[in-house]
């Protein structure tokens, strides 16, 4: 590739000596990024509807711009047939390479087409607007990646540096100044660290915000364990036991703080397999048990994965892989989930494991569920299912058919999904798993509300959120209350209808860590619930639901928050909703979509 091209930050070509070669307007470089960025190729007349249809030639114009981008790239090649091609091996695009993970670090940085504003081409500006916002969170995301492979090398100095681009690109952003403070800390520099805090607690102030407990204790040097006088290995073992045994109890906090003194008796061992072993626990404990503690769980796990890798335990390297891969699908990370489920598929490899196969099926499932690809989701989820039920894992046949009930759902399959998840309730109730029933007996309260049984939808939905306040669980709480919600709406209670919404957003946000795509379907909720009591409120939380689903990687919450804002009279969103409608797989969205009336029909 003799030319190279960059979008990010100001946009610029270069050829093999490095010598710019400029296209002549904003236009041109407007059109390389949308060909470029494309889901999927573009015809000619797309592309001049979308940006020259105020030109008296539309068409011609586009040629025009293509001509003009085949001589700045030096390639005579590329940008032809209809639709556009691209000619993938011509150039060298940056944008192309923080997609697959390949940009370095130091390069990551700046704006999609920074400076570039083309004016009268309204659905291209709603386009650019996603795309920015995409590619800023990919951004954030391969930095964060790059942070945790160091901090995991033991490269505590190189990590602080580009962990703080990151934390300086987004000052809200509670997770990119987490893994900052821990950075800074690694790295001795904990009076830095000290100051960074407080000028976080004073941005989040501003904006009305409170600092997590997991942000405060990032800022915290550990104090040393006094030593026993016994080996390290054997305290670790102990610790590790005493740990493990707190948490399977329910007494999570103990069995954190024990889990993090056996990791530092491990460490000074300097015996891989048990410090492996030990930070493996403690990283899926962060993860799972509490809430808010994502940040910590992630740098510990990969510092697992370094020592699994260089012992060479593929079934360890898998294990931990799909751990980091839960972390991220929560997070709305879904291009590096995706990348660690690949890499943890090879590492399971031939290995006759159906336990940790079927957690890695669960986990590829609930990845391509929240980005809208439900018959996809559902086959995984189901083969996941079968091959944990055919092991006698019964609690992992309930989270993958929990799980599974929710892409029926949404897929237009109610009776799969009450079914699914009446198997899956079926099951916790029998195995006593109280902290993941919630989940299905919300999506059961949720199918039998659309089936009009309203009775057994409430009592249902009263039960999950009674067991989830129990648990403390702000994402349960969040679904039921959301199920409850929508059930006073379809009895005419607008007041109660919008008093549970509100509440129910309130209570899923509340935590750092949440599981986004859980708020982005609570949003959507409140979304509807606007349209029909108040209006007026309809443009401004399509918007929100847009921006956060933008920032996650949701494209079903993306289209449903378009369709809004068309309905709303903003009809340059209804071309975009419409197509990105068409990539999920939600038959009341493509009806939604395919109804509007804006734009380019």
Not at 317 to 327: G, K, M, P, S, T
Not at 337 to 347: I, K
Request: with cysteine.
């Amino acid at each position: 590739m003799s030319v190279r091209v960059w979008l990010l930050g100001r946009p610029r070509i270069a050829d093999a000596g490095g010598q710019p070669r400029l296209p002549r307007g904003q236009k041109s470089w407007a059109l390389l990024a949308r060909v470029a960025l494309a889901e999927r190729p573009l015809a000619r007349a797309e592309l001049a509807a979308e940006l020259f249809c105020d030109a008296d030639d539309p068409l011609g114009a586009l040629r025009w711009c293509l001509a003009d981008l085949r001589r700045s790239c030096d390639n005579p090649g590329m940008l032809r047939g209809d639709p556009v091609s691209m000619a993938d091996d011509s150039v060298w695009l940056d944008v192309w390479a923080l997609r697959d993970g390949s940009l370095p670090a130091a390069e990551i940085s700046g704006m999609l087409l920074d400076g570039v504003e083309p004016r009268n081409c309204p659905s291209f500006s709603i386009w650019l607007m996603m795309a920015r916002a995409r590619l800023q969170a990919r951004s954030l995301e391969e930095l964060r990646q790059a942070v945790l492979r160091m901090l995991a090398a033991g490269d505590a100095e190189a990590a602080v540096t580009v962990a703080g681009r990151a934390a300086v690109s987004d000052p809200l952003d509670e997770g990119a100044q987490e893994l900052f403070l821990r950075a800074l800390v690694a790295s001795g520099h904990a009076a830095r660290a000290t100051v960074h805090l407080a000028l976080c607690e004073a941005t989040f102030a501003r904006e009305g915000l409170v600092p997590s407990p997991a942000l405060r204790a990032a800022a915290v040097v550990p104090a040393a364990a006094p030593r026993t006088g016994l080996r390290a290995s054997v305290v670790a073992k102990s610790l590790l036991r005493a740990g493990t045994a707190a948490l399977d109890a329910g007494s999570a906090d103990a069995g954190i703080e024990t889990l993090r003194r056996a990791a530092e008796e491990a460490e000074r061992a300097s015996d891989a397999a048990l410090q492996a072993e030990v930070l493996q626990t403690l990283g899926t404990a962060l993860v799972h048990s509490v809430r808010g503690f994502d940040g910590e769980g992630a740098v510990v796990l990969h510092r697992a994965l370094e020592i699994a890798r260089t012992a060479g335990h593929s079934q360890v390297i898998a294990e931990l892989l799909r751990e980091l891969a839960f972390v991220d699908v929560q997070a709305g990370r879904h291009a590096l989930a995706t990348r660690a489920l690949e890499e943890a598929t090879a590492s399971a490899g031939s290995a006759d494991n159906a336990v940790l196969t079927a957690g890695i099926l669960a986990m590829r499932g609930m990845n391509e569920a929240d980005q809208g690809r439900h018959d996809v989701a559902a086959s995984l989820l189901a083969e996941s299912a079968r091959l944990a039920a055919a092991d006698g894992r019964p609690r992992q046949e309930a989270w993958s058919t929990g799980v599974m009930a929710r892409s029926f759902l949404l897929a237009g399959q109610p009776d799969s999904a009450l079914a699914a998840a009446d198997l899956s309730i079926g099951i916790c109730e029998r195995e006593r798993w109280n902290a993941f029933l919630p989940w299905p007996q919300a999506l059961r309260a949720h199918c039998l509300a659309a089936a009009g049984a309203c009775d057994q939808a409430r009592e249902e939905a009263e039960q999950a959120f009674a067991l989830a306040c129990q648990l403390g669980d702000p994402c349960w709480e969040g679904i039921a209350g959301r199920a409850l919600a929508l059930l006073a709406l379809q009895a005419g209670d607008g007041a109660a209808a919008t008093e549970w919404i509100t509440d129910a957003r309130r209570r899923c946000d509340r935590v750092s860590d949440r599981y986004v795509w859980v708020s982005g379907f609570v949003g959507l909720a409140q979304l509807e619930i606007a349209a029909s009591q108040r209006p007026d409120l309809v443009l401004p939380l399509a918007r929100r639901l847009y921006a956060d689903a933008v920032r996650t990687d949701l494209p079903e919450f993306i289209a449903w928050a378009l369709v809004h804002q068309a309905e709303a009279g903003d009809e340059a969103s209804a071309p975009l909703a419409r197509t990105l409608a068409r990539q999920v797989t939600n038959p009341a969205l493509h009806a939604r979509a395919a109804s509007l009336t804006g734009g380019r029909p």
